[in-house]
């Protein structure tokens, strides 16, 4: 029982590193439950309890946008890597590469560990 359990939780982990996050929030327009009634201070406190606010100000300032070294690779490598990265460099390296051949100003990215 105890390996039938162990193994789904792997299979779940596995999982759930292969995909991405997104979430579904549902705004509650007015508390009557009808239709064209738009309370604005009622959706702006659903927002503000949310994050949403907060999570819409981080997308502005271009902080949540992470992305692994290799995901950008096969991303670039048919359109630009061939020409600009030499074979059997780490993806990391590489990356590099691509963002100086780019010449983006450096305010708009930043290389973490894993991920751009």
Same mark, same amino acid.
């Given at each position: 029982? !105890?390996?039938?359990?162990?193994? =789904?939780? $792997? #299979? *779940?982990? #596995?999982?759930?590193?292969? %995909?991405?996050? %997104?979430? +579904?929030?549902?705004?509650?327009?007015? @508390?009557?439950?009808?239709? /064209?009634?738009? $309370?604005?201070?009622? +959706?702006? /406190? #659903?927002?503000?309890?949310?994050?949403?606010?907060?999570?819409?100000?981080?997308?502005? $300032? =271009?902080?949540?946008?992470?992305?692994?070294? &290799? /995901?950008?690779?096969? #991303?670039?490598?048919? *359109?630009?890597?061939?020409?600009?990265?030499?074979? =059997?460099? @780490?993806?990391? &390296?590489?990356?590099?590469?691509?963002? @100086?051949? &780019?010449?983006?100003?450096? $305010?708009?990215?930043?290389? !973490?560990?894993?991920?751009?």
């Amino acid at each position: 029982l !105890g390996a039938k359990f162990r193994h =789904g939780i $792997e #299979q *779940l982990t #596995q999982l759930l590193s292969s %995909s991405e996050a %997104s979430f +579904v929030r549902c705004i509650r327009p007015n @508390d009557i439950k009808v239709p /064209d009634v738009f $309370e604005s201070n009622r +959706v702006l /406190d #659903q927002l503000s309890s949310m994050s949403v606010l907060e999570a819409v100000a981080m997308y502005q $300032e =271009g902080y949540t946008f992470k992305v692994a070294y &290799a /995901d950008v690779l096969s #991303q670039c490598y048919p *359109l630009l890597a061939k020409a600009l990265v030499p074979s =059997g460099i @780490d993806a990391r &390296a590489a990356v590099k590469l691509l963002v @100086d051949a &780019a010449e983006l100003p450096e $305010e708009f990215f930043a290389f !973490g560990k894993r991920r751009l």
